[in-house]
Structure formats: C-alpha cells, structure tokens
T-cell receptor, first 109, second 113 residues
C-alpha cells in the first residue's frame, strides 16, 4: 500500500462547479498535512496547510479526518485558472514530505 | 528576497554519464531537501542536508549522492545514469525546524537518452 494515495484523475468540471479531492495516508503518527498545487512542468506550490481538523481559505476548504486517516480538499466555484495537478502530502519528522501521485483537475468553460 | 534557485533548468545526458545539479536555498534557510518527480508521479524524497551532513535519506541507491556547502547551498550528484533517472529534480529549503514549511525551487529537468 502506498503511504499517500489520492483519487485517480483527471477531474473534468465546468466553471462554477464544486469539486472535492480525497487523499488517504498510512502513517498514523503524521501530524502535518498539506495540499500543493502544481502547474504543468512547474514546481509544487503550497496551497493549504492542514494542522488540525481543517481550514478554509476563500474558495478552498481542507479537512482532516484522523480517525479514518484521510484529508480532503474542496474547491467551490471553480475557475479556469484552477486547472492544475493537486498534490496531497504529509510531513514526517524532520521536514520530510511524503506525496501522493496527484490528481489532475481540468476546469472547462 | 530570492527564493530557492536551481541550475541548470534543463539538461540532457546519455546512459552511464554523471550529472550534478545545484541548489541555493531561500535566504535564512539552512536545510535543503532533494526530491525526484517522475512524469505522472508525485515528488519522491531523495535526501536532506543540514549542517553539511546528510540527515535523512529516502529509498534511493548509492548512485545518488549529495553535498551541502558552508553557505547552505547544495549539490545532487547522480552517477551511472539510467533511463529511469529521467525526471524533474526538485530542491526544497526550510529553516531547519522539524515542521517548518518547505519552499521549492523550479526544478532541474533531466532527460537521459
């Protein structure tokens, strides 16, 4: 079993739609979780950190469920510019990030 | 304030050759980590350097080695290149605390022919 698993993509959604991604992790000792956005052939950029039950930033909401060992990312009112690959990661002690394979989102007009 | 810078941005090598990639961390950061991202995959942790020593290592063969200099910059060396080493190599820096945020450079895209 992979340490971090994500929904297989791609997700093709119309503008304005709400889309949710799930990510499961196997290391129950993990304390910190992150969602990164990665544009084609670019570096990952931090989208949201998830340290407790969850947090919200504008159209983006991330939630953590420790009992079931998964985190989710909800994007409301999708924009064309949201098209990207979304990477889920958990941080192990010593700043080591363990990433999932990523989920591709395509928002279409 | 310059972020994490990497060089070269793109390079092409042939099997069996050796490659050196370079990274300068974000100002104020003393820890450098290297990741390999193959096409269609998430980044995979290679190793991490702190105080000029390898602090952690992922599941990569000894062909992958590194170095950190007194100014905190770092190099990643890969010997005896294989076709499967073709990937985006990402450098990330942090401030050295156990849960500090990582900042990624734009990466070095290596193609092995």
């Amino acid at each position: 079993r992979k340490e971090v698993e994500q929904d297989p993509g791609p997700f093709n959604v119309p503008e304005g739609a709400t889309v949710a991604f799930n990510c499961t992790y196997s290391n129950s000792a993990s304390q910190s979780f992150f969602w990164y956005r990665q544009d084609c052939r670019k570096e990952p950029k931090l989208l949201m950190s998830v340290y407790s039950s969850g947090n919200e930033d504008g159209r983006f909401t991330a939630q953590l469920n420790r009992a079931s060992q998964y985190i989710s990312l909800l994007i409301r009112d999708s924009k064309l510019s949201d098209s990207a690959t979304y990477l889920c990661a958990n941080m192990e002690y010593g700043n080591k990030l363990v990433f999932g394979a990523g989920t591709i989102l395509r928002v279409k007009s | 304030d310059a972020g994490v810078t990497q060089s070269p941005t793109h390079l092409i090598k042939t099997r069996g050759q050796q490659v050196t990639l370079r990274c300068s961390p974000k100002s104020g950061h003393d820890t450098v980590s290297w990741y390999q991202q193959a096409l269609g995959q998430g980044p995979q942790f290679i190793f991490q350097y702190y105080e000029e020593e390898e602090r952690q290592r992922g599941n990569f063969p000894d062909r992958f080695s590194g170095h950190q200099f007194p100014n905190y910059s770092s190099e990643l060396n890969v010997n005896a290149l294989l076709l499967g080493d073709s990937a985006l190599y990402l450098c990330a820096s942090s401030a050295g605390t156990p849960t500090g945020e990582l900042f990624f450079g734009e990466g070095s895209r290596l193609t092995v022919l």
